[in-house]
């Protein structure tokens, strides 16, 4: 199963409690540790995660540069705990704009959990699936080969993912808001859609659960139609 979640709300949290907006991304950050373990709990194979988007560098550069601090603690402080977990970590998007000491810092923990095999923790950073898919056609136009497999190989390859992706199952939003944000739009073709208000500092493994069960129920049918049976007790 394939769970993704916009991680939203963070700095509207800690402005509601008069706190600076870097206070509300430090209590995210403790908001990823949580969910991360409770999917591995719950045996996500992959949890893809939207830390920061290509649209995000139009924000005050302290909190851009807050936000890329709290990604290196992240990566330092939980590659080891991956590693006894057997938790794959890898970072999408571009890498172009990124600091060294960050690009470093992603390339050591990808290094370093490349061998586990237990869920994949896709962080997407300075991301846009627009521009993904956009380049993923370029790519393909200069090879001169045009069908799914070879699109899907392809944009893993952009995504700097080692491994292509399932497609998103099931799309988590938290915040309050209902869209999508440039946020994996091939992969969420069919992703089934969940969205929370509250914001993603208060999101917690009983939240996660619940999301789980919600989707659990709902019926997947892409496109087809539903099962006489199954169809009789809707």
């Not at 869209?179 to 969205?195: G, P, V």
């Not at 069960?213 to 139609?225: C, M, T, V």
Request: glycine share 6%; charged share 25%.
């Amino acid at each position: 199963m394939h769970v993704a979640i916009i991680m939203d709300g963070n700095g509207r949290w800690a402005t509601q409690r008069g706190l600076p907006r870097s206070a509300g991304h430090r209590a995210g950050a403790k908001t990823v540790d949580v969910v991360v373990q409770a999917a591995a709990r719950q045996n996500i194979g992959t949890l893809t995660l939207y830390a920061f988007s290509a649209a995000n560098w139009a924000r005050p550069q302290p909190e851009v540069s807050a936000l890329f601090a709290l990604l290196r603690r992240y990566l330092a402080t939980q590659t080891p705990r991956c590693v006894q977990q057997s938790i794959r970590i890898e970072i999408i998007g571009r890498r172009d704009r990124l600091s060294q000491p960050l690009l470093e810092a992603i390339e050591r923990s990808e290094r370093t959990t490349a061998a586990c095999t237990g869920m994949r923790l896709r962080i997407a950073v300075d991301y846009s699936a627009q521009q993904t898919i956009l380049e993923t056609c370029r790519r393909m136009m200069q090879h001169g080969r045009m069908d799914r497999s070879h699109f899907i190989e392809t944009l893993a390859q952009v995504d700097h993912s080692s491994l292509t992706t399932p497609e998103v199952d099931l799309l988590i939003r938290t915040g309050g808001e209902k869209r999508l944000s440039d946020f994996l739009l091939w992969e969420c073709a069919y992703a089934e859609l969940h969205f929370v208000e509250n914001y993603w500092p208060d999101f917690d493994s009983h939240a996660f659960t619940e999301a789980l069960d919600a989707f659990s129920r709902r019926q997947r049918r892409f496109g087809h139609i539903a099962p006489p049976a199954i169809a009789a007790a809707l």
